[in-house]
């Protein structure tokens, strides 16, 4: 689903020539990157997939690091990189992956790799309207490709990378193929966005992640750890029904999107701020009761204003609450507890072994290696329970992934896919729970409830060491568990 | 299921382009003879809604069969003469049509009983004698009037099953049957030797569901005797008990039989008798296998939900032998009566056009298993999440806000849609009449609209004062001639599906 462009600039406009550090030949600096890569099986966790090769392109910054896409790199377990016109590859390594904007830097231990290349400078988000160049090595043929479009508009966009994140994004018509991803898209000799994904439902679209994404993943990771962009955890309305403004006795301007509701955890969000509150302005945007905010010339989500917080950073906040404004600071941090209901990457999926039942975290990507379509609870489970928060909601709920045939389970009446309630009586919200409920109990039987029609198993505990054993070795699994500590 | 409309086949007929219903021209005279004086052709014109419009109503036809019984009436089942305004009846082939009327309508069993009161239509009719039991082996023949003439089409006996009632979730015994015969489905008449032995409740290709003449007498027999009515139903769902060790984690010696409740009461029809985790051994002195089954004296291994309409009718009490807590013990269970409207949302509504209100141009509807199958497989995840399990306990039924008219006074909730009330003005909404008394007690000028915790949007605000007119307006605009439909709250509601009497 997600392929990458890449936009090569060709610069034509005089005047932006020539000024500042403008590469002459950004192409001199433009990489292809070639992946080779294993993913776990999501369902029997402890096997792998063959290595698949996968193309895509980088392109050199300053610090020696080469700037890619984190889906080129995702899962690699060895990666080269082809400098421009040069035969040899080089091997890389990942210095720094951000999953959630889809970015990462790798370095290459090689110096002879750095020889006669010059790293590229980024510039500022790019007009509406404006030409910029796609750099890249696409699928079609071996060598570099340019591409020149129009930034068609700039707006908050899916990251489908990750699947569940929005952030800033700029649409091109410049020709954004597989293989393009992760290379540079250039104006006036500036890196003005890094391709990264194309919609097949539209025509003559490319999308690129702008500058202000890539500054805050680079600024994200100097402290030598790569946090994520924070998430406030509230849900905002437009506020433009007349009585509904009236009603929270807001002045009748086309100011103020309305908080519809706060999303669960987010402790810090709900003592800060409470349903109903009016957002006025974040920072120095204002915001309007459309819910978009004014960003550089384009209107754009709330959410942008948000998105330039680091992990940890305090947010400032005018708020209508009771009839007057109220300035408010709101730390804001990043939210892990939504991860499972979009793609994982780079972590192996932890599992554990009883009896030849695998039990494994509940995941969009363990539901994509199920296949077919998931059922009401898990669905649930995996997308609703965040809104409802309380004891509805687990943290990492934990699902049947398969049964591993023997005696001991042969007639078992449960489906995988199933997820945990209870084992031993003990509520499951995590697969520490289990190996806790499972290893601590010392009655004669385990026995595991399912949320799916309240369903319910036992399993003799000493027969079940045994089989769990015996389990291993027919089926050849290294151990009975992969769990983090 | 696929039941296509028998006009079709009619049609087809008729232009001669295929022969496909002809009635086999070897088949054996007598079969036909003998049952031509008892079939009958129906013609039911009736009402049919779209429940994205509810305002709406549309005119559908029905044609099916039906059997002469005696007491001059004509036996069918219940399947689509739901809303029925006129039928009219055909007999012998011949093309004169009278008058009919239904007396009866079980849309639990699937039965339906008609009268003619014109009596020259009963000149040379013949009651046709019901089978006591259900065949298990051995040839049927299917019959129906096809353009004037008795078409015939033998049948298979697949197998016999305990399944679902065609227009509810009732289950009772039934018979399988393969033949070649086409669009049907829809109350064929299936005979062996001189006897009727059931009705066609539904096709799938070549597979038909009968609904047996002896089932069908059991529950005529209740409808005369008047007593609770219904055909009973098991309101619980259970799990196998073939795993050795779950039967023994309870404290169980011996895991040759047993079945464990899982969850009670999810139709809402039930005394809470049974518990989750209780293990049935027995009921109604049958031993009930770890699958599930039991032995029929009649007719060998069978679902044990068939023990709910075998011999007993709602309202009477089972004895059951139930493994709780470590020790083996008697209980009674008394079999509820199927019931649509106690569900939180009913699987069906029959003979009656479907509720709403329009307020501001908002559109509420109560949500039901109707209003989920009008979006087809489109069907909002979260109204079919709670149609499938979602307990709400304090509710004896939900509400939505369907959709939206758009007009000045909604402006900016356009796009709301299909979102669960919570609370209207602070009041729990169940009903919609709920609505209607919440919207007499606004919070000042406004009334506040909550959703549940999980849907898309959490609260809606509107103008108290300007309502009425914007209601007015809306009607006007969008051609609605009215702005609700709304019904008795439902306790004291008569139960409307069965045993009522069609006007």
Known sequence: ?485 | MIKPVSTICFLIIATGLWSGCRPHAQHDNGVLERFKTSLVKLEISRKSYNYRMPWVTNRQQTNKNGVVLAGKRILTTADDVSGSVLVRVQKDGESRKYNAKFVWIDYYANLALLEVEDNGFWHGLEPASLADTVPQSGNLHILRWTSGRLESREAEIERLLVGKSQTSYVEYLQLQVTSEIDAAGWAEVVVQGNQVAGLTASANGKSLKILPSAVMQQMLAASENNKNGGLGYFDFTWQPGTNPALLESLGMKSSDHGIIVTRVGLKRVADQVLRAGDVILKIDGFDIDPEGKYKDPNYGRLHFSQLATRQALAGQVLPMTIWRDGQEMQIDYPLPAADFESDLVPDAEFDQAPEYLIAGGLLFQPLTGPLLAAYGKNSPFLMRYYDYQRPVEDRKSLVVLSGVMPDPFNRGYEDARNMILNTVNGRPIATLQDIVDAFEAPEGDYHVLKFFPDQPLRTMVLDATTMKFATARVLERYRVPEDRNLRRSRSNHENPVTGAMVE
């Open chain 1, 1 to 485: 689903m997600t392929f990458l462009v890449v936009a090569a600039w060709a610069l034509i406009s005089a005047t932006g020539f020539g000024q500042g550090r403008l590469a002459q030949q950004p192409e001199r600096s433009v990489v292809q990157i070639i992946t080779f890569s294993q993913k776990p099986n999501w369902i029997e966790p402890w096997r792998f997939s063959g290595v698949a090769k996968g193309t895509g392109t980088g392109f050199l910054i300053a610090g020696g690091r080469i700037m890619t896409n984190a889906h080129v790199v995702s899962w690699a377990k060895q990666i080269l990189i082809q400098r421009y016109q040069d035969p040899k590859p080089y091997q890389a390594e990942i210095e720094y992956v951000g999953h959630d904007c889809d970015l990462a830097v790798l370095k290459v231990s090689d110096p002879a790799f750095y020889v006669g290349m010059e790293s590229l400078a980024f510039g500022e988000l790019p007009e509406v309207r404006s030409t910029v160049v796609t750099y890249g090595y696409p699928a079609g043929g071996d060598q570099i490709s340019y591409t020149r479009g129009v930034v068609s508009r700039i707006e908050m966009q899916g990251y489908v990378h990750i699947s569940n994140r929005s952030f800033l994004s700029v649409q091109t018509d410049a020709a954004i193929n597989p293989g393009n991803s992760g290379g540079p898209v250039i104006q006036d000799g500036k890196v003005v966005g890094v391709s990264f994904q194309g919609n097949k439902a539209l025509e003559n679209t490319g999308f690129f992640i702008p500058p202000n994404i890539i500054r805050h993943f680079l600024k994200d990771i100097e402290d030598g750890q790569y946090h994520g962009f924070p998430d406030v955890g509230v849900a905002l309305a437009p506020l433009v029904n007349p009585a509904m403004r009236s009603y929270l006795e807001v002045p009748d301007a086309q100011i103020g999107a309305r908080i519809d509701r706060i999303l669960y955890p987010f402790e810090k969000t709900h003592e800060v701020l409470q349903e109903n509150d009016v957002l006025m302005k974040v920072n120095e945007y204002e915001v309007g009761s459309d819910a978009l905010i004014q960003y550089r010339g384009n209107r754009v989500h709330a959410g942008v204003a948000f998105d330039q917080a680091q992990h940890g950073e305090v947010v400032d906040l005018l708020i209508w609450r009771d009839g007057k404004e109220v300035e408010l600071s709101i730390p804001v941090y990043v939210n892990r507890v939504d991860a499972i209901e979009g793609n994982q990457y780079d972590k192996e999926p932890p599992y554990f072994i009883v009896g030849g039942l695998v039990f494994t975290e509940l995941s969009r990507n363990y539901l994509g290696s199920a296949g077919g379509n998931p059922d009401t609870d898990t669905l649930y489970e995996l997308m609703f329970t965040r809104y409802v928060g309380g004891d509805t909601m687990r943290k990492r709920p934990v699902v049947l992934a398969t049964i591993l045939s023997h005696e001991i389970n042969a007639d078992f009446n449960i489906r995988h896919r199933s997820i945990l309630d209870e084992v031993n009586g003990k509520r499951i919200d995590s697969m520490q729970d289990l190996v806790e409920a499972v290893e601590s109990h010392e009655g004669e039987f385990h026995q595991f409830t399912f949320i799916q029609g309240r369903r319910v198993e036992a399993l003799n505990r000493e027969a079940a060491n045994r089989a769990t054993n015996e389990v291993l070795q027919t089926y050849r699994v290294p151990s009975d568990r992969r769990i983090e500590k």
